[in-house]
C-alpha cells in the first residue's frame, strides 16, 4: 500500500512545525531520538534513521535484579527498544522496593525518596544510552493505583503513609477494582478538568518532577503518559502538557505520547471498562491530538482476529495516523503478544506473526510483550530473541525508511501467504508466516539483485546469497527446510547489506 501524494505534503507540514519549535526556541537536536528528517513515519537517533525493535523481559528492567546482563543480551540480538515502566508496585522477580521512603513503622512517607528506587531508575537510563537502547518511558501506570490487589500495598493508599487521611487526600483504604473500574479511581482525576484535587495533584506532580529531573537529561527517551490507558483523556492531556512544558523549561523538545488500551477493540462487551465507551474513540483522541501527541504508541492488540484481518487492521490505523491534520508520525507497536482466549489464540505461530505484521505494515517500532508467569508470551524467551534477530537482519538490509508497504506487488499470493515493503528496483523485504510462493512484480528494467533467506525459527541466515537478474515478475519460493516457523526474504541491489557467509 503506497500514500505517495500525502505523504509528500504531510512532509512539507512537519518541516514547516520544526522550523516553528525552532523560531519558538525550542531545541531539536538531532542527536535525540526524532522522527526521521526525511521520513518521519520513522525514527532517527543519532541523527541516523533507526527501525525500533525490542522483546522485553519485563516492562521496569531497572528493577530485574541485573538489569546490566538484560539490556547486554537485548543489545547483542538487535534490540534497541524497550518498555520503561515507572514502576510503584510490588511483581515477582523484580526488586520489591517503592519510589518512596519506608519508615521503621512500615508506613511510607511522599516526602521522601527511596534512593535504591532512583539510583537503579537512573542507572537504567545510563546502561541503555551507552548501548543505544531507545526507552519508552510511562509516568503512570493505572494497575499500580486501580488494581485492588495493588493498592492494598499502595504507597498512595491513605492508610499505606504518614502524609495524609482518606479526607483530606479524597483518596479511599478500601478499593475493589478491575478492568472494568480501574478508570473510575480518584486518583486519576485529581487533576483541574476533572476532580481538580490540588492536594492530590501537588503530590503526584512532586513525584512527576522527581522522574523528568532524571530522564529529561538524557536524549535516548520516549515518553508515554499511562500504561494502558482507560482514563479520561483529560488524565492524558495534563500530563502530555505537564512532560511538555517542564522540557520546553530545558530547550528540549521531546517525543510523547498516550497509550489506549486497544485490547477491547471491537469487543463491545469489554467497551465499558473506559471512560470514552467504544476504544476507537481513544485511538482517534492520540491521532487527532498532535499538540499532545507526537507520536502513536498502541498497545497493540486491537482485534480478536488474527492472520490477514490483523494486518489490515495495522494498515487502517497506520493509514489513519499518516493521513491526519499532525502529518506523518511514528506509530509504535508496544506489547505484542497473544493469548488463549483472544488474539488468535496462544500458539507461537501466532504470536511470531504478531510481531512481524506490524514491521510489514510500516509501523516505527515493534516489541514484544515481557513474559509473563499466566501466559506463555514470547518476551524476551529464546524463541523471541530468535525472531528479533531475524527482524534485525531483515531491516538493516531493507532499510524500511525508504520502503513503504506494497501489497499490490505480489501477485498468486493467497491470504496472509505473504507481505512485502518495498523500495521498488532497489530493495524488497517479504515476510512469509509459513512456507509458501508468490510472484513479486519489480521494475521494467533488468536489474541485478542479491536474494538473501532468513530463518525465523533460528534467527539465522539459511544459505549463501543468491544473485538474481531479473525485470517484470519474479517468483520466490521458501526454502525446503531450516524453518518451521516462517521466512523472512530480502531482494536488494546493494551488495553492501550482504552477509559473507551462511551461518
Known amino acids: 500500500m503506497k500514500y505517495p501524494i500525502f505523504l509528500k505534503y504531510k512532509q512539507a507540514v512537519y518541516t514547516v512545525l520544526v522550523l516553528s519549535m525552532i523560531g519558538l526556541g525550542m531545541e531539536l537536536n538531532a542527536q535525540d531520538i526524532i522522527p526521521y528528517t526525511k521520513n518521519p513515519r520513522y525514527w532517527q537517533y543519532k541523527g541516523k534513521p533507526v527501525m525500533l525493535l525490542g522483546a522485553n523481559k519485563t516492562d521496569s528492567p531497572y528493577l530485574l535484579p541485573n538489569q546490566e546482563a538484560y539490556y547486554d543480551s537485548l543489545a547483542s540480538k538487535g534490540g534497541n527498544y524497550t518498555r520503561y515502566v515507572v ?94 473500574v480501574i478508570h473510575k479511581h480518584p486518583f486519576f482525576a485529581a487533576v483541574p478538568a476533572l476532580d481538580n484535587n490540588k492536594f492530590l495533584l501537588q503530590l503526584q506532580q512532586k513525584y512527576a518532577d522527581k522522574v523528568l529531573s532524571i530522564a529529561l537529561k538524557y536524549d535516548h527517551i520516549l515518553y508515554v503518559v499511562t500504561n494502558e490507558s482507560t482514563l479520561n483523556p483529560e488524565w492524558s492531556k495534563y500530563w502530555a502538557t505537564y512532560i511538555r512544558e517542564k522540557a520546553d523549561a530545558m530547550k528540549k523538545k521531546v517525543q510523547i505520547s498516550e497509550m489506549p488500551w486497544t485490547i477491547a477493540d471491537r469487543f463491545p462487551f469489554d467497551w465499558q471498562h473506559t471512560a470514552l465507551g467504544d476504544p476507537d474513540k481513544w485511538i482517534n483522541h492520540v491521532i487527532e491530538h498532535p499538540e499532545l501527541y507526537s507520536f502513536s504508541a498502541f498497545q497493540f492488540q486491537p482485534i480478536m482476529s488474527s492472520r490477514q484481518d490483523h494486518y489490515d487492521r495495522l494498515t487502517e490505523i497506520y493509514k489513519r495516523v499518516q493521513t491526519s491534520a499532525g502529518g506523518p508520525r511514528p506509530v509504535n507497536a508496544v506489547k505484542v503478544f497473544a493469548s488463549e482466549r483472544i488474539f488468535g489464540g496462544a500458539n507461537d505461530a ?46 538493516d538490509a531493507i532499510k524500511p525508511w525508504e520502503c513503504t508497504p506494497s501489497q499490490q506487488l505480489l501477485h498468486n499470493r493467497e491470504s496472509d501467504e505473504a507481505y512485502v515493503l518495498a523500495n521498488p528496483g532497489r530493495a524488497y523485504g517479504i515476510y512469509f508466516p509459513a512456507s509458501g510462493t508468490i510472484d513479486l512484480e519489480l521494475t521494467k528494467k533488468s536489474t541485478t539483485y542479491y536474494l538473501q533467506w532468513i530463518s525465523i525459527e533460528t534467527g539465522e541466515y539459511v544459505e549463501a546469497p543468491i544473485k538474481i537478474k531479473a525485470k517484470n515478475r519474479l517468483t520466490l519460493q521458501t526454502p525446503d527446510s531450516g524453518s518451521g516457523e516462517g521466512w523472512a526474504a530480502t531482494l536488494t541491489t546493494d551488495s553492501s547489506v550482504l552477509h559473507t557467509k551462511a551461518k
Not at 157 to 176: A, D
Not at 352 to 372: D, E, I, K, N, T
Open 87 to 180: 514502576k510503584q508496585r510490588l511483581v515477582p522477580d523484580l526488586v520489591q522496593i517503592f519510589p518512596f521512603q519506608k519508615g521503621a513503622d512500615g508506613m511510607y512517607d511522599l516526602n521522601q525518596w527511596n534512593e535504591e528506587y532512583w539510583e537503579r531508575f537512573e542507572q537504567g537510563i545510563k546502561l541503555t544510552a551507552a548501548r543505544n537502547i531507545v526507552l519508552q518511558l510511562e509516568l503512570w501506570d493505572r494497575f499500580d493505583i486501580g488494581s485492588e490487589h495493588s493498592y492494598k500495598v499502595s504507597t498512595w493508599r491513605p492508610e499505606n503513609n504518614i502524609n495524609y487521611t482518606e479526607q483530606e487526600s479524597g483518596l479511599p483504604n478500601q478499593w475493589k477494582g478491575d478492568d472494568a
Open 350 to 395: 501466532n504470536r511470531q506473526a504478531r510481531f512481524w505484521r506490524p514491521l510489514m505494515a510500516g509501523w516505527a517500532a515493534v516489541s514484544l510483550h515481557r513474559q509473563h508467569p499466566n501466559s506463555p508470551y514470547l518476551g524476551f524467551s529464546d524463541k523471541g530473541q530468535r525472531n528479533l534477530a531475524a527482524a534485525r537482519k531483515f531491516s
